[in-house]
């Protein structure tokens, strides 16, 4: 059983930056996948980014080249590393993983479809 723990949420102005950690236990499985979620009031949960066990990135259309998701050597922590917010860019976010034999298709297809997740944090960006 995966166990994740977001942290890291907060306010910040548009144009600003806030970095997401997520503490991950029980993940003993080679391939995995790890990513990031959001969802926003009265919108359905979307994907952000995901990253898989061999290090491959996909992120959404709407925060390439601004939003960086990334490991630590352990894989313990997951990171989101927002740039240049916006205010479309406030939701409350969850990480997730999946190990599932279908992981590295989830992971490139920045599926929802994941097996474990976290209760999210809470991102406000004032315009």
């Known amino acids: 059983q995966v166990h994740l723990v977001e942290s890291g949420g907060d306010s910040a102005q548009a144009g600003g930056s806030l970095r997401l950690s997520c503490a991950v236990s029980q993940l003993t499985a080679d391939n995995y996948c790890m990513g990031w979620f959001r969802q926003a009031p009265g919108k359905e949960r979307e994907p952000v980014a995901n990253?898989?066990?061999?290090?491959?990135?996909t992120y959404a259309f709407s925060v390439q080249g601004r939003f960086t998701i990334s490991t630590d050597n352990t894989k313990n922590t997951l990171y989101l590393q927002m740039n240049n917010l916006k205010p479309e860019d406030a939701a409350m976010y969850y990480c997730?993983?999946?190990?599932?034999?279908?992981?590295?298709?989830?992971?490139?297809?920045?599926?929802?479809?994941?097996?474990?997740w976290g209760q999210g944090t809470q991102v406000a960006v004032a315009s």
């Open positions: 990253i898989g066990s061999d290090g491959e990135t």
């Open positions: 997730a993983a999946d190990v599932s034999d279908s992981w590295f298709r989830k992971c490139v297809w920045l599926s929802l479809e994941f097996g474990y």
